[in-house]
């Protein structure tokens, strides 16, 4: 399961079926793939490791905070994994591999070390991440639940930003302790992006509404910076150059880009290929997507509905019928592919490595990309 | 040491949350003082329910009225205005950090530094008069103005964390009063509640990431640690205060801890900031965190005896929003440890509000104010002697920045509003 970030009316009850067997229907074969590769399971017992940290570090003193602080992570423990796998993978990709005959294990432990410190930048960017859905989220169910018990209401919304603030500032000193200033400037243009890109969503005009490159701008600040800052963060820690990070930012940021787009259109077709079976929820908020995008530049007509909005749900037949007549869909999932194959291409890009971990690694990296764009869910 | 705890007339508007500080000397109790008041205003820190309209009188002529003059104090020692040009340059650059492409977050963001512009200066002015205070003095001769670049730089870094804290804390009060505001607007156009609300959420995770920013552009990872434990702190402060149990609320203790962790670990980590980012020791470090906490936890006590009093020395005339909020301050603490009756009203709580009529009258009955003040002189004065512990200097900038220090921790403690 990939983690499906919306600020929506959406209760806080997520479900979300377990891991299954990914590896298993991949159906594309290639020589280059010897083995069934599923990225997940490569780094599965690391994550659990993560895990279990994130939960210690959310712990908090007072307990109601604490349970609005863990309540993610519980559930993340499951369901969230996505962004801390990508990380991992990304760990032992950008691995230089470290000869054992220095100073008797010397050279384990500097590795060890290491990769502790990588894995703290998975920890930071999960708590990051779910306090921004904390606060995204918060007044949502504001909105909801007046009307029932508007204290518990006003009590719970007040928890779910403090609790947001909580994990911001857990994250914050667990990004000190990384004394690595690029670090940590990195991380902090992180959570200006991702404010930016919630306050984008929430304040279009309706001109910015229309626009392909402000959405394309909107969809970097709110779901690719995170996943393209912290890969470079783990090039950083790892001491590579400026562009084996930067290929590694490259990796993050098409990756997420392509995990949006899909997003947006499985938003209109759901599980099936055929359209209006999804939930639709997105072009419900009036947040104007790719595949409607698309649409509007066959049928200018709709770019006049797309101008008034969507309160009146007239506007959004309407605007499924030209998506249904026009390319758009298709057209999103061809740029999806072009971001994921250039994602894949960043990896290609990498200094080349004998290391059994690192191919195997990088190779998981490149099968992700095309996970993201052939899910249907 | 006497101490005369003058007064002034202080023009009052309602909805204000104003502070005007008096001068007070240590000598002549039978001198009466009175002078032209330095209203200013220092952020009052209360999730109640303010509305967002907030105003200040902008800073009037200080100073003009003193009428003790002292063989200690020179010159006349306005703590502010010695750092007032400085202020200046600190708030116009805090204005345009929060400058936002996004307009709608913009306003969010920049209301409170707009009239932060005029009315909050009181963490800055403690800051900057701090920086001067530990100031090594680099003599002029080194390699030819290079020690004045040096200065130069440090001191702009040392305005940053100026910036940095200012941006922590108004992002602490947009997320304080965020839902309360929710409560108060509630069918006055919900859409327009919800979109304000969460601008003002959003407005301080901006404001917040805008100090995270120039944060790590210091490049100084102890610094870092810093303020992330402040943030830290202002977190567990609020969600202390919001989520007190009928047994905390009869705590001293949680009380005292709930306070640093709101008022004083902002000043206190920064003054040690200031400290480390001038290269000090860990002892020097250590006093200039001290003094921020007692200088804190002072002006916090004071808050507390003037939300029963008022401007007035007498009981009842305050706003009392501490106690309609069911927070329980020290002045309650204190007559419960007299009056073990009130035990049983405070576990209570303050729902019914006669059980605030009945506070009010064990409070008076009892010694909680009084003891409350002589608390927070305590704390004035430890803050007051840790500024003396500092190394020697013979920097006059250094001396003089030193008493505006000291002074700060009188007018913390006699001020009455």
């Known amino acids: 399961m990939i983690i499906y970030v919306r600020s929506g009316r959406e209760t806080l009850s997520w479900s979300f079926p377990s891991l299954l067997g990914l590896g298993r229907q991949i159906h594309q074969s290639s020589s280059l793939i010897e083995e069934q590769l599923d990225p997940f399971s490569l780094v599965s017992d690391e994550l659990s490791?993560?895990?279990?940290?994130?939960?210690?570090?959310?712990?908090?003193?007072?307990?109601?905070?604490?349970?609005?602080?863990?309540?993610?992570?519980?559930?993340?423990?499951?369901?969230?994994?996505?962004?801390?796998?990508?990380?991992?993978?990304?760990?032992?990709?950008?691995?230089?591999?470290?000869?054992?005959?220095?100073?008797g294990g010397v050279g384990d432990t500097v590795a060890t070390e290491l990769r502790t410190r990588q894995q703290s930048i998975a920890e930071i960017t999960e708590m990051i991440h779910v306090?921004?859905?904390?606060?995204?989220?918060?007044?949502?169910?504001?909105?909801?639940?007046?009307?029932?018990?508007?204290?518990?209401?006003?009590?719970?919304?007040?928890?779910?930003?403090?609790?947001?603030?909580?994990?911001?500032?857990r994250a914050c000193v667990a990004l000190a302790a990384l004394k690595n200033?690029?670090?940590?400037?990195?991380?902090?243009?992180?959570?200006?992006?991702?404010?930016?890109?919630?306050?984008?969503?929430?304040?279009?005009?309706?001109?910015?509404r229309c626009s392909m490159d402000y959405y394309i701008q909107k969809t970097y600040y709110k779901t690719a910076s995170l996943i393209s800052n912290s890969c470079k963060a783990i090039a950083l820690l790892a001491g590579r150059t400026a562009?084996?990070?930067?290929?590694?930012?490259?990796?993050?940021k098409n990756l997420g880009l392509a995990f949006?787009?899909?997003?947006?259109?499985?938003?209109?077709?759901?599980?099936?290929?055929?359209?209006?079976?999804?939930?639709?929820?997105?072009?419900?908020?009036?947040?104007?997507?790719?595949?409607?995008?698309?649409a509007m530049e066959e049928f200018p007509q709709l770019h006049a509905?797309?101008?008034q909005g969507f309160d009146n749900p007239e506007n959004i037949e309407i605007a499924l019928e030209y998506l249904g007549k026009s390319h758009g869909i298709?057209?999103?999932?061809?740029?999806?592919?072009?971001?994921?194959?250039?994602?894949?291409?960043?990896?290609?890009?990498?200094?080349?490595?004998n290391d059994e971990n690192v191919i195997r690694?990088?190779?998981?990296?490149?099968?992700?990309?095309?996970r993201v764009i052939t899910r249907n869910k």
């Open 330 to 353: 298709q057209r999103t999932r061809e740029l999806a592919m072009k971001h994921a194959n250039l994602a894949a291409a960043a990896i290609d890009s990498l200094p080349e490595s």
């Open 260 to 294: 949006q787009l899909i997003d947006d259109v499985l938003d209109f077709t759901g599980t099936s290929a055929s359209l209006g079976k999804g939930s639709l929820s997105d072009i419900q908020q009036g947040i104007v997507t790719a595949p409607i995008l698309f």
């Open 305 to 307: 509905i797309v101008y």
């Open 181 to 208: 200033t690029e670090v940590v400037s990195l991380v902090a243009t992180v959570v200006e992006n991702l404010v930016m890109g919630e306050t984008m969503q929430m304040t279009t005009s309706s001109e910015q």
């Open 49 to 103: 490791l993560v895990a279990n940290r994130l939960r210690a570090m959310v712990i908090a003193e007072v307990p109601k905070l604490a349970s609005a602080a863990e309540y993610f992570f519980r559930l993340g423990v499951e369901g969230k994994r996505f962004r801390p796998t990508v990380l991992l993978l990304m760990a032992t990709a950008l691995n230089v591999h470290i000869p054992e005959p220095v100073g």
């Open 361 to 370: 690694s990088r190779r998981a990296l490149v099968d992700l990309t095309q």
């Open 131 to 169: 306090a921004s859905l904390l606060h995204d989220d918060v007044l949502d169910d504001a909105d909801t639940r007046r009307g029932i018990g508007s204290l518990n209401a006003v009590m719970g919304n007040k928890l779910a930003v403090l609790a947001g603030d909580f994990l911001l500032s």
């Open 243 to 252: 562009e084996v990070a930067m290929l590694a930012f490259e990796y993050g």
